[in-house]
């Protein structure tokens, strides 16, 4: 019998640096809202070893299939959790961009969790499935919810944030990613005396004329990210330029993104955006993504080149 999940996507609306750890991890708070972009995940139970079918919508969604792919840690980290479950075998459609700050990787890697639970008969509880999380990944216990979370610590700790409104996003994905690590490292040098520039908060940016919501939204992520990958900062200002000041960018980037409260009016700023396709920029209009998450369903097998 094969399950199937969509692993979706994620926006942090927040995400604040509030310290750093000793062990040199950031701590931080963060909102993270789930959005209906999403990888499609399948799975099936073997007698043994772990297998993974991969295909991406394009290149910029596209990662290995070996070892090191999330999809197989989560299940390798299953099977040490519970050594009866035998053997998996997947199939994994990319569509998220991997390295632009979607949580892409580690949505698979919950959907995977949940996969795997789901097919030995919910054998963990979510508070072991939630242990399983966060030694993949910050960010994956989030997926494991869905919805909206307030995320502390470095992210895993997660509260409820239900009451955040629904909304329509126009993303704006450039051909490039932001290499995570080096964006945290960029911003550390800020807080050593280095000259990283202050970044834009989210009650400093005007409310564009009835479009984008007027939200308290901020990334202090941002200028470390635009001073890692200069082209970003470009790309903001013809945004704002166009006439969408309240531009902002999730994770530790690539992803820049608009929010607006219907859906006809992300596909306006589409139209008007178009020409940073030329650039090479992906432009997807998107929405919340509904919670709670739906459970695992039966599903048959893809086609090794099919949808």
Same mark, same amino acid.
């Given at each position: 019998?094969?399950?199937?999940?969509?692993?979706?996507?994620?926006?942090?609306?927040?995400?604040?640096?509030? &310290?750093?750890? =000793?062990?040199?991890?950031?701590?931080?708070? %963060?909102?993270?809202?789930?959005?209906?972009?999403?990888?499609?995940?399948?799975?099936?139970? %073997?007698?043994?070893?772990?297998?993974?079918?991969?295909?991406?919508?394009?290149?910029?969604?596209?990662?290995? *299939?070996?070892?090191?792919?999330?999809?197989?840690?989560?299940?390798?980290?299953?099977? =040490?959790?519970?050594? !009866?479950?035998?053997?998996? @075998?997947?199939?994994?459609?990319?569509?998220?961009?991997?390295?632009?700050?979607?949580? &892409?990787?580690?949505?698979?890697?919950?959907?995977?969790?949940?996969?795997?639970?789901?097919?030995?008969?919910?054998?963990?509880?979510?508070?072991?499935?939630?242990?399983?999380?966060?030694?993949?990944?910050?960010?994956?216990?989030?997926?494991?919810?869905?919805?909206? =979370?307030?995320?502390?610590?470095?992210?895993?700790?997660? =509260?409820?944030? *239900?009451? %955040?409104?629904?909304?329509?996003?126009?993303?704006?994905?450039?051909?490039?990613?932001?290499?995570?690590?080096?964006?945290?490292?960029?911003?550390?040098?800020?807080?050593? &005396?280095? +000259?990283?520039?202050?970044?834009?908060?989210?009650?400093?940016?005007?409310?564009?004329?009835?479009?984008?919501?007027?939200?308290?939204?901020?990334? +202090?992520?941002?200028?470390?990210?635009?001073?890692?990958?200069?082209?970003? !900062?470009?790309?903001?200002? @013809?945004?704002?330029?166009?006439?969408?000041?309240?531009?902002?960018?999730?994770?530790?980037?690539? %992803?820049?993104?608009?929010?607006?409260?219907?859906?006809?009016? *992300? @596909?306006?700023?589409?139209?008007?955006?178009?020409?940073?396709?030329?650039?090479?920029? @992906?432009?997807?209009?998107?929405?919340?993504?509904?919670?709670?998450?739906?459970?695992?369903? !039966?599903?048959?097998?893809?086609?090794?080149?099919?949808?």
């Amino acid at each position: 019998m094969a399950l199937f999940l969509q692993a979706t996507a994620k926006l942090n609306l927040v995400l604040r640096i509030t &310290g750093r750890r =000793q062990d040199g991890y950031h701590l931080l708070e %963060t909102l993270y809202h789930a959005i209906e972009l999403a990888d499609r995940l399948w799975a099936e139970r %073997t007698a043994s070893g772990i297998t993974l079918q991969l295909r991406a919508s394009d290149a910029r969604a596209a990662v290995s *299939a070996g070892a090191d792919n999330l999809v197989v840690r989560a299940a390798e980290r299953f099977r =040490q959790r519970v050594p !009866a479950a035998g053997g998996f @075998r997947f199939a994994l459609h990319k569509t998220i961009p991997a390295a632009a700050g979607l949580g &892409g990787g580690s949505s698979d890697a919950a959907a995977a969790l949940r996969l795997c639970n789901a097919l030995c008969g919910e054998v963990l509880p979510a508070a072991a499935l939630h242990e399983l999380a966060r030694v993949l990944g910050a960010d994956v216990p989030f997926f494991l919810r869905g919805g909206s =979370q307030w995320g502390r610590g470095i992210g895993d700790e997660l =509260q409820d944030a *239900a009451d %955040t409104p629904a909304r329509s996003f126009l993303l704006l994905l450039p051909p490039f990613g932001c290499p995570t690590a080096e964006v945290y490292k960029t911003y550390a040098a800020r807080l050593n &005396g280095g +000259d990283v520039p202050a970044n834009i908060r989210g009650d400093n940016i005007p409310w564009h004329g009835g479009l984008a919501q007027p939200l308290p939204f901020g990334n +202090d992520l941002t200028a470390a990210a635009e001073r890692v990958r200069p082209e970003l !900062a470009g790309l903001r200002a @013809r945004v704002q330029a166009a006439g969408f000041p309240a531009v902002w960018m999730s994770g530790s980037g690539s %992803t820049l993104f608009l929010a607006f409260d219907r859906d006809e009016r *992300a @596909r306006a700023a589409a139209v008007a955006l178009g020409d940073l396709q030329h650039s090479g920029v @992906r432009l997807i209009v998107t929405r919340s993504a509904a919670a709670p998450l739906p459970l695992p369903s !039966a599903a048959q097998w893809p086609e090794s080149g099919g949808g």
